[in-house]
C-alpha cells in the first residue's frame, strides 16, 4: 500500500473544524481555540454541524457527522482539517466514508483520542498519514503548553523528518531492543475496537503507540491482554506507551496497581522494545505524532525517532 503524505499546512492556513463523535460541553472552549488560531494569522471554516447534539452523545446524526468529513476533507479550499474534540462516536462513520475520494485530496488531519478510529481506518483503506494530537477545544481553548505547541506545529509545517521526540522526562524502558517500523495506535480502548472489522490496521512490521484516559489498571490489563491474544502484540515490532491519566478513577473495591506493573508483565509477548512514559495523553503535555510514518524505537536514546517527513 502506498503511503499518502499531506501537504504541509501554510504559514496563513485555511482549517476546517469537525466534530465526528461527541458534541461541545463548553461551545466557549471551541469559540477560544479558534480565537488561538486566527491569532497565529489562520482562516477557520466550521463544518455545518460542528455544533449539533443527537442522542445525548453524538455531535449530530451520523449522516450529518459523515457529511462534514467527507466535505472538508475533499474541499480545495481547505488546508488542514482539525477535530474539535474526541469523546465517542467516529466509529459509527467508518463505513459512510467515500474513502477514494478522501485519498485523491490527501488531507492533513488532526485528532486524537476517539478520533484514534477514523485514523486507523484512513491508514488501513488509503495509506493517509494523520496526526494525533492537539484539539482546538481541549489543547488550544486555554494557554497552550510552549512544548506541545512547539511540536504540534513543526509536525504539521516541516518537510524535514521530526527526528528524536524530545520531552521534559525520560521515557522509561520496559523490555530492551532496537527497531523499526511505521506508526500505528492512539487511544487503546478504541483501538482495540477496531479488532475483527475492516478498518483494523495491518501489525506486522508496525510500532504501535498506546494510551488512556480514566481507565482503572485492570481494565488496561483486559484490553492489552485481546492484543495478545489476537496476535497484535506478537506481530508488532515495538510498543510505546504514553500517559493513563488515572488521576480521576472512582473509589472502589477492586484494589489499585501500577499500570507498569501490567506492562512488564506483557512486554515478553512483544518481539521488540517496549518503552513507557511517553509524554503522549489526555494531558496538557502532549506530542502530537504522525500515524504511518516510518519509526525507529530503542531503548537507548531518546527512545522514538522519526526517520521520514509526515508532509510532502
Not at 491569532?39 to 447534539?53: E, I, K, M, N, S
Not at 451520523?62 to 477535530?83: E, Q, S
Not at 520496559?174 to 492512539?186: H, K, S, Y
Request: aromatic residues 6%.
Amino acid at each position: 500500500m502506498a503511503v499518502l503524505l499531506p501537504r504541509p499546512l501554510p504559514r496563513k492556513a485555511t482549517i476546517g473544524i469537525i466534530a465526528p463523535a461527541s458534541p461541545q460541553r463548553d461551545p466557549e472552549r471551541l469559540r477560544r481555540g479558534i480565537r488561538y488560531l486566527e491569532q497565529l494569522g489562520h482562516t477557520v471554516v466550521l463544518a455545518p454541524h460542528v455544533h449539533d447534539r443527537f442522542g445525548g452523545y453524538l455531535a449530530g446524526t451520523d449522516v450529518d457527522r459523515a457529511a462534514d468529513v467527507m466535505a472538508m476533507m475533499t474541499d480545495p479550499r481547505i488546508d488542514a482539517v482539525f477535530c474539535s474534540r474526541g469523546g465517542y462516536g467516529s466509529a459509527r462513520l467508518l463505513d459512510r466514508l467515500d474513502y477514494r475520494a478522501l485519498a485523491r485530496r490527501r488531507m492533513l488531519l488532526v485528532g486524537f483520542s476517539d478520533i484514534t478510529a477514523l485514523q486507523m481506518a484512513l491508514w488501513r483503506k488509503i495509506g493517509l498519514v494523520t496526526f494525533s494530537g492537539a484539539l482546538p477545544s481541549v489543547d488550544m481553548a486555554d494557554r497552550i503548553d510552549p512544548h506541545t505547541e512547539e511540536w504540534f506545529w513543526r509536525a504539521l509545517c516541516s518537510p524535514r523528518p521530526l527526528g528524536p521526540i524530545r520531552q521534559p522526562w525520560p521515557t522509561t524502558t520496559v523490555q530492551r531492543g532496537t527497531a523499526e517500523g511505521r506508526l500505528i495506535g492512539g487511544n487503546l480502548s478504541v483501538f482495540v475496537t477496531l479488532l475483527g472489522t475492516p478498518y483494523q490496521p495491518p501489525s506486522k512490521d508496525r510500532i504501535l503507540v498506546l494510551e488512556d484516559v480514566g481507565e482503572e489498571t485492570y481494565r488496561v490489563d483486559r484490553m492489552l491482554q485481546h492484543l495478545r491474544q489476537a496476535g497484535v502484540l506478537g506481530a508488532v515490532n515495538g510498543l510505546i506507551t504514553g500517559q493513563w491519566s488515572q488521576s480521576g478513577r472512582p473509589a472502589g473495591s477492586t484494589p489499585h496497581r501500577p499500570v507498569e506493573d501490567v506492562l512488564a508483565e506483557i512486554a515478553p509477548a512483544v518481539n521488540g522494545p517496549v518503552i513507557s512514559e511517553l509524554m503522549y495523553g489526555h494531558e496538557p503535555q502532549k506530542l502530537t505524532l504522525p500515524f504511518g510514518v516510518q519509526v525507529r524505537l530503542s531503548s537507548r536514546g531518546a527512545g522514538l525517532r522519526f526517520l521520514e517527513p509526515a508532509v510532502r
